[in-house]
């Protein structure tokens, strides 16, 4: 059997477009403190744990602790989010469907639970049984532990409701970053990579399409049958 059991989605640059609120918000941190910021070092943090992240900014001059940085990003990303998250192209058409099809999905993201909040709660109730968000893990991506917690979490009923167990090779993890794909692909799980901000190398450990505008469930099921017969 290869039905499509569940899918775990990465948030930023995957379900919503906030890079460039993310990167905004560098710049205007490391000059208030008299540093200096580059487009490449911006790149170099997307998909990033934070607290990597916060670390890097720490050596371009800003004068904080690392939890200072992180929140002061993670509420100014949130407010322009507030009124309209800025949604990736195909990602609500294809989470309506899943949630239609009773495929189960959760959020998993390096983003902390102060800005992954308000982006689940602008989607319909039970979209996202739950996040797995950066302030919940001790190591993030590229380590896989956010989608081996995510899996666990997700595995631990999914018996009682389904009457089946829930199996990584029957589970999807989408993903739009080279640290996040190769954590979701390192967990074990299909991993599926959509490119934003950063270009990405073609690999057997991972399937990648051009975008998720116009994917449908049925093409996720496909995937699986694909990632299954190449795995023989």
């Known amino acids: 059997m290869s039905d499509l059991q569940a899918v775990f989605w990465d948030m930023d640059g995957t379900l919503v477009d906030t890079e460039p609120y993310w990167i905004d918000a ?20 997307v998909g990033q744990a934070l607290t990597y992240s916060a670390g890097i900014l720490q050596e371009a001059g800003v004068d904080l602790t690392k939890e200072q940085i992180i929140t002061h990003l993670s509420a100014q990303v949130a407010a322009r989010c507030a009124e309209a998250p800025p949604w990736r192209p195909g990602a609500l058409e294809l989470l309506t469907e899943l949630k239609f099809a009773g495929i189960r999905c959760a959020l998993v993201t390096m983003s902390w639970k102060l800005l992954a ?9 039970g979209t996202f049984e739950f996040a797995v968000t950066g302030d919940m893990v ?3 991506k590229p380590d896989p532990e956010a989608y081996e917690l995510a899996f666990e979490k997700m595995a ?11 199996v990584k090779d029957r589970s999807i993890a989408i993903e739009d970053s080279v ?47 694909t990632s299954a017969a190449a795995a023989v």
Request: hydrophobic share 40%; charged share 15%; net charge negative.
């Open 117 to 125: 909040d308000p982006i689940m709660a602008a989607l319909p109730e």
């Open 156 to 166: 631990g009923d999914h018996t009682e409701r389904t009457g089946e167990a829930l």
């Open 179 to 225: 640290p996040g794909t190769a954590a979701a692909a390192a967990s074990g799980l299909v991993t599926l990579a959509v490119p934003h901000y950063s270009t990405l190398p073609a690999s057997q450990q991972w399937h990648q399409w051009k975008t998720l505008d116009g994917a449908t469930v049925a093409d996720l099921q496909t995937l699986l049958k």
């Open 26 to 45: 560098e710049y205007e941190l490391v000059q208030a403190h008299g540093g200096t910021w580059s487009e490449e070092k911006a790149h170099q943090l």
């Open 138 to 140: 001790s190591a993030g």
